[in-house]
């Protein structure tokens, strides 16, 4: 069975603080892909990362980086120095050979001024 | 278009009526998912289409729902005899994969379903 978990559900931070949102999944495949998704206020999901299971290089975009460790099955997102913009619930997804998205529960974000 | 269109965007009914809410992919994209989002809530997967196989309805939460898509392209998901308990943002995601895998999944806004 696929499974992703989220477990912090609400996190505060204030600005330019460094934040980690954790996700673990579950899966039984071998092959996979692992994303992230920011939902704004707005509520419109938009796409952040894509990391397939035979690539555990760690990514940094800008303020962002993401650590896959498959010997753990998480794959965490860091966001340094953050922002107010960056105030949002964020999904980590799992997406199997030729199965449906599982997306987690979600964190949501919280950048204070 | 050059995103997923939803329409309409707000849906309010009135309980035991039937609402069709309707989901335009990106232009080529094959495989389309319909996902359910309560209030402060995650993604709930209701249905997912890829190309012409037969779609995997496995999350649909009962035989009030149903969805189809035409052509391989626009699909409409029906809610039949609607209960309060359907009030929920339904979001239409499309990606561009043959074979639905491992392609990001581009996100409509959502129609926000209202039941009285």
């Known amino acids: 069975a696929q499974k992703v978990t989220q477990a912090q559900t609400e996190i505060s931070v204030v600005e330019k603080e460094d934040v980690t949102l954790d996700c673990v999944y579950e899966?039984?495949?071998?092959?996979?892909?692992l994303f992230w998704y920011k939902q704004p206020p707005s509520g419109e999901l938009v796409f952040l990362i894509r990391?397939?299971?035979?690539?555990?290089q760690n990514e940094i975009s800008g303020r962002y980086s993401w650590n896959f460790q498959k010997s753990t099955s998480s794959f965490n997102f860091t966001i340094t120095a953050s922002q107010v913009v960056d105030s949002a619930v964020y999904f980590c997804?799992?997406?199997?050979?030729?199965?449906?998205?599982?997306f987690g529960p979600g964190t949501r974000l919280s950048v204070l001024p | 278009g050059a995103g997923v269109s939803q329409s309409p965007s707000n849906k309010v009914t009135e309980k035991g009526k039937d609402v069709e809410l309707r989901c335009d992919p990106i232009?080529?994209?094959?495989?389309l998912y319909w996902y359910r989002q309560s209030l402060g809530q995650g993604l709930e997967f209701l249905i997912y289409?890829?190309?012409?196989?037969?779609?995997?309805k496995s999350g649909l939460p009962s035989d009030r729902f149903s969805a189809e898509r035409t052509g391989g392209s626009v699909s409409t998901l029906t809610i039949q005899r609607t209960q309060q308990e359907d009030s929920a943002v339904y979001l239409c995601?499309?990606?561009?994969?043959?074979?639905?895998?491992?392609?990001?999944?581009?996100f409509g806004s959502g129609t926000q379903l209202s039941v009285l």
């Open positions: 990391r397939n299971s035979f690539d555990e």
């Open positions: 995601a499309s990606s561009p994969a043959m074979g639905g895998f491992g392609e990001k999944l581009f």
């Open positions: 899966t039984r495949d071998t092959t996979y892909y």
């Open positions: 289409f890829q190309g012409n196989s037969a779609p995997d």
């Open positions: 232009s080529g994209h094959t495989a």
């Open positions: 997804a799992l997406n199997n050979y030729g199965q449906n998205f599982v």
